[in-house]
C-alpha cells in the first residue's frame, strides 16, 4: 500500500547538501556484452528513464549524459526521459510504465512504499554478470532496502570530506590538516583557529549537523527495522555526540540553530570566507573554485576504534522498474552505464565517484577536471566508507529527531542523555501516528 504525502529529498547536488558519486579489478564488467542478446541485430526500443528527483538539465544535455553512452554499445535503445517535477501522488496516478528509476538512495527509500522497485536477479544470472565488480557497501545498502531483491546498481556516490581554506592556516600560523586525523585532533587544530581578528569572527570548523547523523560513521541506525521503534538512545549514539559537539561549542564559536543548517556552515566557508574548515559532500570543488578560495581537502576524521573509515555511502543508483516491459534491454543499459568504460569517463572528466572496485578507474578522479587540479583526491577516493545503516522506512523521521537533538545539545537547551531520550519518544510517536494510518 502506497503513503501518501512523502517528500522526496534532492539528489544532494545543492548547495544544501554540498557540504550535501577496463582495469584489471574490474576483468568481467562486459560479460553483459557477449550474451546471444547482445550479438544478433535487434529491434529499436524506447526506454522510459524517470528521473525520481526533478532534473533542471534539458533533454539534450541528459541524453548526452545517458543514452549517448549506452548507444556506443546498444545503439538500437533510445531513452525517454520522464522528469517527476509533479511529485510522486501525482506521477503515480497517470499509470505511466517505466522501465529505469534514477535517484539517490535516501530518494529511492521514500519511494519504497510505491512498489516500484524490480529485481534484476533473474537477469544477473541470465547474462553472468558478475556482481563483484562493486565495492559490496554499496549493493547491501540496495537490497537492504529492497526487502533483499537486487533493484539497482550504484552509478556514482558521494562522500564527506574535510575542505581547508589555507589562506586562513597561513594567517594564523596553524598547520594544515592531513588524512588520518581523528575527530580529537581536529579539535585541537579547530580551537587554535576560532578567534576574533580585525573585528571578524573566525571559526575553525564548519559542517552541517545533519549531514553527519545522515552518513555517520558508525553505520547507527535510526529506527529498528525488526520493531519500527527508534534506537537512539545509544552508547554509540553518545559517543558521536561527543565527538562532534565540542567543535560548535568552542569558546568564541556562538552557534544558533539557524546558523547550524547545512546552507549557513557552507556560507561560512564559501562565501564569508570566515570558517576555516568545512565538512561537506565530495561534489564541491566547483563551489569552491567560483569562491576563489585558496583551499584543499583531506580524508574526513576518524572515529575512536573506526581507523580508515569515513562517512557511510551515498550513492545514486539506476534501478530496474517493476513495471517494466523491457526488463532485458534495460539491464543491458544499466550495465553498460557502470561498465569500465563509462566510469572511467565519468570518474576522469566528472569527478564523479565511482562504485567500482576497479583501482585505475578509482584513480582518474578528475584526472582531467581543472576544479581538482593539483588537490588531494586521494583523500576523498582512498577512504574505505563505513557499511550502510539498515534500512527502515521510517529512517528519515528518525534522522529529523536525531539532528534535533545533536541541535538541542550543541546550543545547550539539553543534555545529550536528555535529548537522546525525547528525540527517540518523539520519533517512536511519529511512527505510530504513520502507522496509524
Known amino acids: 500500500m502506497r503513503k501518501k504525502g512523502l517528500t522526496l529529498l534532492p539528489l544532494m547536488l545543492t548547495t544544501a547538501l554540498i557540504f550535501t558519486a577496463c582495469g584489471k579489478s574490474g576483468t568481467t564488467s562486459d560479460t553483459a556484452a557477449n550474451s546471444p542478446e547482445t550479438a544478433a541485430k535487434k529491434e529499436p526500443v524506447t526506454l522510459k528513464f524517470f528521473l525520481a528527483s526533478k532534473s533542471s538539465m534539458t533533454t539534450d544535455e541528459l541524453k548526452a549524459m545517458y543514452e549517448a553512452p549506452i548507444q556506443r554499445k546498444y545503439p538500437h535503445i533510445s531513452l525517454e526521459f520522464i522528469n517527476n517535477d509533479k511529485g510522486i501522488d501525482a506521477f503515480m496516478a497517470t499509470g505511466t510504465k517505466v522501465d529505469f528509476i534514477f535517484g539517490s538512495f535516501q530518494v529511492l527509500s521514500n519511494l519504497k512504499s510505491y512498489d516500484l522497485f524490480g529485481d534484476m536477479s533473474d537477469l544477473v544470472k541470465k547474462h553472468k554478470y558478475d556482481t563483484g565488480r562493486f565495492e559490496p557497501t554499496y549493493l547491501e545498502a540496495i537490497t537492504g532496502m529492497s526487502d533483499g531483491k537486487l533493484s539497482g546498481f550504484p552509478f556514482y556516490d558521494l562522500r564527506l570530506a574535510l575542505y581547508y581554506n589555507k589562506d586562513l592556516f597561513d594567517r594564523f600560523g596553524v598547520p594544515y590538516p592531513k588524512d588520518g586525523m581523528t575527530w580529537e585532533q581536529l579539535l585541537d587544530t579547530a580551537k587554535r583557529l576560532t578567534r576574533e581578528d580585525g573585528g571578524v569572527l573566525y571559526r575553525g570548523f564548519a559542517g552541517g549537523p545533519s549531514n553527519f547523523v545522515a552518513v555517520n560513521q558508525f553505520s ?7 520493531t519500527n521503534q527508534a534506537a537512539l538512545q545509544k552508547d554509540q549514539w553518545k559517543s558521536f555526540l561527543d565527538a562532534l ?23 561560512l566557508f564559501f562565501n564569508e570566507k ?4 568545512l565538512v561537506a559532500f565530495s561534489n564541491g ?4 573554485n567560483k569562491s576563489n578560495l585558496n583551499w584543499d581537502l583531506v580524508s574526513l576524521p576518524e572515529m575512536k576504534g573506526l581507523p580508515g573509515v569515513g562517512s557511510q555511502p551515498y550513492p545514486v543508483y539506476l534501478t530496474l522498474s517493476s513495471n517494466s516491459e523491457h526488463r532485458d534491454d534495460t539491464f543491458l543499459a544499466i550495465t553498460q552505464l557502470v561498465s569500465d568504460e563509462v566510469q572511467m569517463e565519468r570518474s576522469a572528466d566528472m569527478a564523479h565517484l565511482t562504485p567500482l572496485k576497479n583501482a585505475e578507474v578509482k584513480a582518474a578522479y578528475g584526472k582531467n577536471v581543472s576544479d581538482w587540479k593539483g588537490k588531494n583526491i586521494a583523500g576523498v577516493v582512498n577512504q574505505k566508507t563505513a557499511s550502510p545503516m539498515p534500512y527502515s522506512p521510517y529512517n528519515i523521521t528518525g534522522q529529523t529527531e536525531m539532528t534535533n537533538a545533536m541541535l538541542a545539545v550543541i546550543v545547550g537547551e539539553k543534555d545529550a542523555n536528555t535529548a537522546l531520550r525525547e528525540a527517540e519518544e518523539q520519533t517512536n510517536k511519529k511512527i505510530q501516528a504513520a502507522a496509524g494510518k
Open 245 to 267: 559537539v565540542p567543535l560548535y561549542q568552542m569558546p568564541g564559536y556562538s552557534p544558533t540553530k539557524k546558523l547550524l543548517a547545512v546552507n549557513d556552515q557552507s556560507n
Open 285 to 288: 570543488a566547483p563551489l569552491a
Open 220 to 226: 547507527l541506525g535510526l529506527v529498528d527495522p525488526k
Open 274 to 277: 570566515t570558517a576555516a574548515m
